[in-house]
């Protein structure tokens, strides 16, 4: 690995990971020895992070030279905290590690005394009874969304009847016990919501609808208004 992406990685787990972390802790996470670690913290201090701590102790990231300064009140920093912690009990892998680094890199970012606000905030976040874990489709779709490409899926309806369908996704909702992917069906020429979970073969296609998804969730949005997703 190229030293600079190194350097990258390793100034990302610094903020990821529970601080102070060890050398060891580090070195296994970069998969390098500990000589090369304690090199490549020396070259992240003389590039301008502000890294406390040595050998035997542990480092804490103090400042980061690559995130500008963040200010945010303490009601907001409760927010967010509240926000990425709701969204690790959301039951996608990805989305809950997504959370987790974007948690790690707005506290990077904070005042000292900011940050000990966000470590400790005053709410936190508990589900008796969690969400079951996401369909293992839900990336895909996902990325159908933002590459804005049709969908084939074999969808079940509720009375137990499969089609095959091509499907233009525009949005997925996470309601309180399922997920539901908002789209334009090309089967029926209309809007329709599909639950996730009755969703098999799930694949996408070449065909693009760009630049129509913006415009088509507006006209979705409208609809919802007046027949709430259930």
Same mark, same amino acid.
């Given at each position: 690995m190229a030293k600079p992406d190194r350097l990258f990685r390793l100034l990302d787990a610094l903020r990821r990971l529970p601080q102070p972390v060890t050398a060891a802790r580090l070195a296994a996470e970069m998969e390098v020895s500990p000589r090369t670690l304690y090199r490549d913290i020396a070259a992240l201090r003389?590039? !301008?992070?502000?890294? /406390?701590g040595e050998a035997g102790l542990g480092y804490t990231l103090a400042e980061d030279p690559a995130l500008? &300064?963040?200010?945010?009140?303490?009601? /907001? #920093? /409760?927010?967010?905290?509240? !926000? *990425?912690? /709701?969204? !690790?009990?959301?039951?996608?892998?990805?989305?809950?590690?997504?959370?987790?680094?974007?948690?790690?890199k707005i506290i990077a970012t904070l005042p000292e005394r900011v940050q000990?606000? $966000?470590?400790? $905030?005053?709410q936190a976040v508990f589900r008796c009874e969690p969400r079951a874990s996401a369909p293992a489709h839900l990336g895909l779709i996902r990325e159908a969304i933002w590459e804005e490409r049709a969908l084939d899926m074999t969808y079940t309806d509720l009375s137990g009847?499969?089609?095959?369908?091509? %499907?233009? &996704?525009?949005? %997925? #909702?996470?309601?309180?016990?399922? *997920?539901?992917?908002l789209a334009q069906c090309q089967l029926r020429q209309d809007f329709r919501r599909f639950h996730l979970r009755s969703m098999q073969d799930v694949a996408m296609t070449g065909e693009s609808f760009r630049p129509?998804? %913006?415009?088509?969730?507006? $006209?979705?949005?409208?609809?919802?208004?007046?027949?709430?997703?259930?």
């Open positions: 003389a590039a !301008g992070a502000r890294i /406390e500008p &300064p963040q200010m945010f009140t303490r009601l /907001e #920093v /409760e927010a967010l905290m509240l !926000g *990425l912690a /709701e969204i !690790g009990l959301a039951g996608d892998p990805a989305l809950a590690r997504a959370a987790e680094a974007a948690g790690a000990r606000q $966000a470590l400790h $905030a005053a009847r499969q089609t095959r369908r091509r %499907v233009y &996704p525009l949005s %997925v #909702v996470w309601l309180d016990r399922a *997920l539901m992917l129509r998804r %913006v415009t088509l969730l507006r $006209a979705f949005h409208r609809i919802l208004k007046d027949q709430p997703p259930r």
